[in-house]
């Protein structure tokens, strides 16, 4: 009888530990479940950084918080992301700000021929500038990173060693790069990236104007045998969170989210700049690709060519009341 009370008593114990372990931990585990969207394709640099935070907040939070990502604009568009996310249709998304240059001004100011040199840089800078400013245009979300892409360069199939090189040039290129060809003479194309191999192929252009990771994974290298060094501005990009959602997490959740900024922030940035030297890297190996220093002399007639873009912003900002020469000012300062 005692034996086979004790082994009542042991299936009992037992059928309790398992209907805990059956009914409790998931309820725990994954008990929220976030969206995540994004516009590039899944390989892409942002894309990158999407997978990483997500991988960090799930770690961090021990699974209680579960992300669900969607690359490649599955789930919302580029130029849709904020609005998108504003409306709830994403709970977080990322958006490139350089899209909607007259809604972003403030953080806009980054992609301005400032000479900032690398991703890092850009990161930090743009990510102070938010803190600082706190612009109306992110009033509706909550900023859970910030950062940008490597400066901008030339990348085409015959070499471009002056200005005078650059005159009549087709070379692709998008948003705010296509007014910096322009001044430099050439002739901007407008198109997808995924279209400039196409393009570049059936010799629709020459070249194109953007950061140089995309030699090696556009495989841009195979054609543009030729890079000039303009390191020439670069895009700003954010992480934005629904307000209404983000209001709706455990403190100790936001905790976690909010200390992730800054080292979110600087880990794209420094990403960014390794994918730079690995591109740069495989595109000397694989494909003999040549890169052009622009001298001194030649390198300030092609920086002095965009000191207007600069003086535009700041007469426009200004005409909107926001302290555009502060601002100015303190971007230069932030990336020295």
């Known amino acids: 009888m005692v034996k086979q009370w004790i082994g009542s008593v042991i299936s009992f114990l037992f059928f309790i530990v398992t209907c805990l372990a059956l009914f409790s931990t998931p ?23 999407m997978e990483r935070w997500k991988v960090e907040v799930e770690k961090r939070t021990h699974g209680k918080v579960m992300i669900n990502t969607f690359p490649g604009g599955t789930l919302l568009g580029a130029k849709g992301m904020m609005d998108g996310v504003v409306a709830g249709q994403a709970d977080i998304g990322n958006i490139c700000m350089a899209y909607q240059p007259g809604r972003f001004i403030v953080t806009n100011a ?10 890092k840089t850009g990161s930090m800078a743009l990510l102070k500038l938010y803190e600082k400013y706190k612009p109306k245009a992110f ?51 407008g198109m997808p990236m995924p279209s400039t191999v196409e393009a570049l192929q059936k010799g629709t252009v020459k070249g194109l104007f953007s950061s140089l990771e995309v030699m090696k994974d556009f495989k841009f290298a195979e054609n543009c045998k030729y890079v000039t060094m303009t390191e020439t501005v670069i ?54 690709v040549e890169f052009i220093s622009l001298s001194a002399a030649e390198k300030a007639k092609w920086d002095g060519k965009l000191e207007f873009i600069t003086d535009k912003w700041i007469k426009g900002a200004r005409e909107k009341g926001l302290p555009a020469d502060q601002i100015i000012k303190d971007i230069r300062s932030y990336i020295q």
């Open 139 to 189: 009033e509706d979300v909550v900023v859970l990173a910030m950062f940008t892409n490597a400066p901008g360069n030339v990348m085409s199939k015959v070499p471009v060693k002056s200005l005078a090189d650059m005159k009549g040039l087709d070379l692709r290129a998008s948003g705010g790069a296509a007014q910096i060809l322009k001044a430099w003479g050439a002739n901007p194309v």
């Open 235 to 288: 895009y700003p990009f954010s992480v934005i969170m629904n307000k209404g959602k983000w209001d709706s997490l455990p403190p100790d959740v936001q905790k976690i989210m909010m200390d992730l900024k800054e080292e979110q922030s600087l880990w794209t940035g420094t990403y960014m700049d390794e994918q730079i030297k690995k591109s740069i890297a495989w595109s000397k190996e694989s494909n003999n």
């Open 110 to 119: 980054t992609s301005l021929p400032l000479g900032i040199k690398d991703a």
């Open 27 to 49: 309820a725990a585990a994954g008990s929220i479940k976030l969206n995540y969207a994004n516009f590039p394709p899944a390989p892409t640099f942002p894309c990158v950084q």
